[in-house]
Structures are given as C-alpha cells and as structure tokens.
C-alpha cells in the first residue's frame, strides 16, 4: 500500500499530471459546448414540450387515443385546407371564415411533425416490451446521452500521465537500481500497473461524474429515474432507469479505459522510449475505439473494443461478459507487464 | 557471504562483451579495473541479475543468484553508472522510498546515520533537481548502503565527484567494507589502489589478471623505469610510446614509463604502483578519466 503511494506520489509529483489531466477534463466539456449544434429534431421542441405536458404521465390506451385522435384532426384540417382555399375563391367561404380556417391551418401545419412524433412514440411504446412506460419530456436526456462519445482529449491526457509511469524509470536509468531491491520486482510493476489503472478508471469516473452534474445543474434531476426504453432512440434496455444506465455506462467506460491503460504500460515497457512509446500507445488506446464498427454485436467487440465505445454501451450488451473479458484482459496485461518489468536481458 | 562466478559469459549481438570468467569473491574490497568497454558494467549487471549470463552461472553461498531471487537482492547494496532520481522527491524521500523497497523498517535513524555519512544532511530536504552531479552520486552511494548490504557493487563511484568528496568516499568504503564483498568498477587508478585488496583486470571481455594489488605490482617490479629528460627528447618518446608518464618539477622533467627493457640507457627503475600496472596491462595512458 505505502508502495502504491509512493508511485502515487511519483505521479503527481512529476510533470504536473494533475494539471494536464484537469485541463483536458476541462476542455473535453468546454470544447463541444462552443460548436454550433447541427442535430436536426424531427419536431419542435417547445411544442414537444408543451404536449408532453399535456399527455404526459404513465402511458396508457386513452393516452394514445388522445394522442392520435390530436394527429387525426390536424391531418383532417391540413387535407381539408385546399378544399377550403377552393371555397373562399368561389366565394362560398366568408372572409372571417376563411381566416379561422387558414389559422386552424397554420396551427395545424406547426403541429404536425410533433404529432406525427408523438404517435410514432405511442406506436413504439405499445409494440416495446413489457416495462413502466410513459409518456415525458425526454429531449434533454437524449441530447445528454448522445453527447457521450470517446474523450478524446481526457484520453490523450491521460497517455501523457501514464507513459511516464515506466519510461520515467528507463529515462532517468532508476529502474538498474529499483531492479536490485528486493521489492523491486513483482510488488513494484503490480503497483505501478495498479497506479496507472486506477488513474485512469478515476479519471474516467471523474470526468462522468462532472458531466451528470453539469446536467442536473442545468437540467435537474427530472425523469432520471424513468426507464430509459421510453426514449425511442433507445429501445430493449427494459426497466433500466436513466439514471441507472448513465451510472453503468459510465463504470463501463471507466473499467475499459483503465484496462487499455494497463496495455499502454505493456506498450511503454517495450518501447523504452518516450516518443515512441506515446505513438503507439496512442494506437493502442484508441484504434479499438475508433474501429468499433469492423465488429458489430460479436465476440470481436468485446475483445478488442473494451478500451472504450465511442458511444454509451448497447441494450444487447452482455455485462457479465465484459466484465470478465475485461478482468481477463486486465490480469493477462498485468502478467505481462509484470514479466517485461523483471525481465533479464 | 561467497559469490562466484563460474564461466559466465556475456554478448550482445555479435559483440562478444564479456568471455568466459571464473571469479571467486570472499569478504574483502574488489577494484574492477579496465578502460571504457572493458566488460566492467557488463559483469556488474550480471552480479546484480539485472542480465542474464548466456553461459555459466553466478552462485552466492552455493546458490544460483537467479534462484535466490529477493533474498539475494536483499543483501545487496548497487549503484549504478548513472543514476537517476525523481527530480520531484527529496534526498531523504529518495532514501525512505528506497528504504521501503529494501523492506527496511523504521529506517528513520539508518536515513540520518547515511545522510551525515554522505555529507547530505543539510540538504535531505532539497528537491534532488536541485542537486549538483556530485550530491546525487553521494545519494547514490547513501541508497546502495542503505540495510547494510553484504555485497555491495559500486559501477563507477567517484565519477563526478571532487577530490574531497572521493577521499570521503573512500574513507567511508575503507569503514564500511568489513565483513562484505564490496566490489568496485572504475577506470580510476587511485581509487582502487587506496581501499581495494584486490584488483581484477579486465580487457576486452577477458580477465587479465586478478591478485591482490601488491602482487600485481610484484608482476611488473622491473619493469618501470624513470629518465630524468628534456622536453624534446619527453616529446619524442611520447610520441612513439603510449605506454609513458610525464612527471614535471620546476627543474625536471621526467618520463615514466613501463617497459620490459629500459628505454634509455640512462634509465633508472623505478617502485611500481597500480598505475604503472594499468600502464602495463592496457598499454594507455592512464589519465583516460580523472588524475588519481
């Protein structure tokens, strides 16, 4: 423990890793934030809003009827206008009448992309399994979930922090002397490695913690505790709450990257030489990640892209199964950086 | 404590580093004496297990090193050529880590006792970035004392240090070295000749010679001569001899040299020391890294 410590120590003590690792943290939220956002909804937000409000509650037949006989009455007044228009040129419709008409129309025409949204959402939640359905404003939870991506720049930091862990010894030549200590073998590389591990999986942690408080800031804590299949863009993760998913997804991403940090100390450890060493554990923190697509739904994507999904985890994936690839990964990582540290040349 | 070197060899590549030595170490002070890429760092890797022999084996009491593992370590004491410390630790923080992975307990009172040793007790609390050259070679030499090692390997002590600080240092071997294998790689004559019983000669990767440092003397007894000289004439002689000294006196000028044959008839033969020796068996100058 008092080992770990001291590598602890080393860390912080060395190259300012803290302020490396708090300026990325920084950015990775500030960055994304100052570029335009260019998602397009398939409906008005505000109308969204308001009849979210209307209808909103647990979901329920009379709610959908609701809903739909809405969507029927503005497609009525939407088809029915031309005919209306044909009226008043034929001065068969008043002026006054043709005005209530064109504005029941305008109305009309504003709300029916939020309708139509509306029924699809009602048509998704009566064919989605069985599980607590309603009907909220779910924009902002979607807009928070489709913001999670691989952080880049919070990995990149974290490359700069955990290369040195090793290449420090071999930079300044220590690693002759701590080799001919007797702790100077195994307890010192499983310390290491478990300082580089748990730096990156609390950095990871961190990083979600600062962004969910940043959303409940802005936002508040509404809704988080509604089963995340209510959102349509995130179907078959049953009676999982918001709430629950961001927690798990965010434990997941910290597992994977404290993983793929034990690689880059393989990496380091082979390379023996700082610039090289941040190459290629670059490449092998961030390839899986960025090649996610070459396995989709197979064995492939839990073995090589554990290091960190570019997106939040899928309804289909198999926890239990990750986190023991995971914990294989990170105890064959260990053994081999433990074998190259002692290794005699 | 008994190490013993039975036919280990060493090359990189192609580069035969060290040929096949047997060497035997009892308790005593060892100097390792050889030019640069004489094998020395080479078989002070193997004696502390940093590399692996390609051929023979190291036992200590008996037991191959390798096998021995942690316990070997754990009556070893090594500083290397060059070491490096974390710029952000202190000198005492340096020791107390190191402290730790000696599994030394308590090491407050040893830390202090080495700290005054090395003359570092004023500066324990300074960052070692700040230190100068020497200071860390000092801390060095504090972290391979610290636990008391039985064998302790030294790869070029005194390089980088004053002759102040090198006469402490081996004033602090000469105290130490009791009951222990100390063994120490340097291609400074002096060094060895003050504290060393014993020498080794390495060359090339082989052992040329290993025996106390007065029968290596005995060797060449008769073989080093003195001529009182001119400048022309020292000039000249150097000029075609590596194997020469100059000794200059406000009035003289004299050659020393190491020969089997006087190089002048009017040559005188001179006592040798360990640097006529060096002079003899490397056939160089023996002025290549500090003046003794």
């Known amino acids: 423990m008092s080992l770990l410590w001291d590598e602890w120590r080393k860390i912080t003590q060395h190259g300012k890793a803290m302020l490396i690792l708090s300026v990325a943290m920084i950015a990775q939220i500030v960055l994304p934030r100052l570029l335009p956002d260019l998602t397009e909804l398939p409906y008005s937000d505000t109308l969204y809003r308001k009849f979210t409000a209307e209808y909103g509650g647990a979901y329920s037949a009379e709610i959908s009827e609701n809903i739909n006989t809405h969507l029927q009455e503005i497609q009525t007044i939407c088809a029915e206008y031309g005919s209306v228009q044909q009226a008043y040129l034929a001065g068969t419709l008043t002026l006054e009448q043709f005005k209530t008409a064109t504005d029941a129309y305008g109305i009309a025409q504003a709300e029916l992309s939020t309708m139509q949204y509306l029924s699809e959402k009602c048509a998704y939640l009566d064919g989605a399994e069985d599980f607590a359905k309603s009907i909220f404003y779910d924009t902002n939870i979607k807009r928070f979930l489709d913001d999670i991506g691989y952080p880049f720049l919070l990995v990149l930091a974290l490359l700069c922090v955990i290369v040195p862990i090793f290449d420090r010894e071999y930079r300044y030549g220590i690693h002759h002397l701590i080799l001919a200590t007797p702790y100077g073998h195994i307890p010192i590389a499983l310390c290491k490695m478990m300082a580089a591990f748990f730096l990156a999986f609390g950095a990871s942690l961190l990083f979600s913690g600062i962004q969910g408080v940043i959303y409940l800031i802005q936002v508040g804590a509404e809704n988080l505790l509604q089963p995340l299949s209510n959102l349509m863009d995130y179907p078959g993760y049953g009676q999982t709450t918001v709430l629950h998913f961001y927690l798990t997804d965010a434990l997941y991403k910290a597992c994977c990257l404290g993983c793929g940090c034990l690689a880059v100390c393989i990496v380091t450890m082979l390379c023996r030489e700082t610039t090289i060493s941040l190459f290629f554990a670059a490449a092998v923190l961030m390839l899986p990640a960025l090649s996610v697509d070459l396995f989709p739904q197979t064995l492939g994507r839990y073995l090589f892209c554990g290091m960190g999904l570019t997106e939040p985890y899928p309804a289909n994936c198999n926890m239990r199964l990750l986190f023991v690839i995971l914990l294989l990964k990170a105890a064959a990582y260990t053994i081999i950086g433990i074998r190259l540290w002692c290794r005699k040349r | ?292």
């Open chain 2, 1 to 292: 404590m008994k190490l013993e070197c039975k036919g280990i060899s060493k090359a990189y590549g192609k580069k035969q580093a060290l040929a096949p030595l047997e060497l035997t170490f009892t308790e005593g002070i060892y100097g390792l004496l050889g030019p640069n890429g004489a094998g020395k760092t080479t078989l002070m890797h193997l004696l502390v297990g940093l590399l692996a022999p390609d051929s023979g084996e190291i036992l200590a009491d008996g037991m191959e090193i390798g096998k021995l593992g942690a316990t070997y370590r754990a009556k070893l004491g090594f500083l290397p050529q060059e070491p490096g410390f974390y710029p952000g630790f202190t000198g005492e923080e340096i020791l107390r880590y190191f402290a730790k992975l000696k599994g030394i307990h308590q090491p407050q009172k040893k830390i202090a006792t080495l700290l005054e040793l090395v003359n570092l007790t004023d500066d324990r609390k300074k960052k070692v970035g700040q230190y100068s050259g020497g200071m860390k070679r000092r801390l060095g030499i504090a972290t391979a004392l610290l636990g008391d090692p039985a064998l302790l390997i030294l790869d070029e002590p005194t390089a980088g240090l004053d002759p102040k600080e090198r006469m402490r240092f081996r004033n602090i071997i000469g105290q130490i070295g009791f009951g222990k294998i100390v063994i120490l790689a340097t291609h400074i004559v002096s060094d060895v000749e003050c504290i060393s019983d014993h020498c080794i000669l390495l060359k090339e990767g082989h052992c040329i010679g290993a025996d106390t440092a007065d029968a290596l003397k005995e060797n060449i007894r008769g073989k080093v001569w003195n001529t009182p000289s001119d400048e022309t004439e020292a000039e000249r002689y150097v000029m075609e001899h590596a194997c020469a000294n100059l000794i200059k006196s406000d009035t003289t000028l004299m050659i020393r040299s190491v020969s089997d044959a006087p190089p002048f008839p009017h040559s005188v033969a001179a006592e040798p020391n360990l640097e006529d020796v060096y002079l003899y068996y490397f056939n160089q100058s023996g002025r290549d890294g500090e003046s003794p």
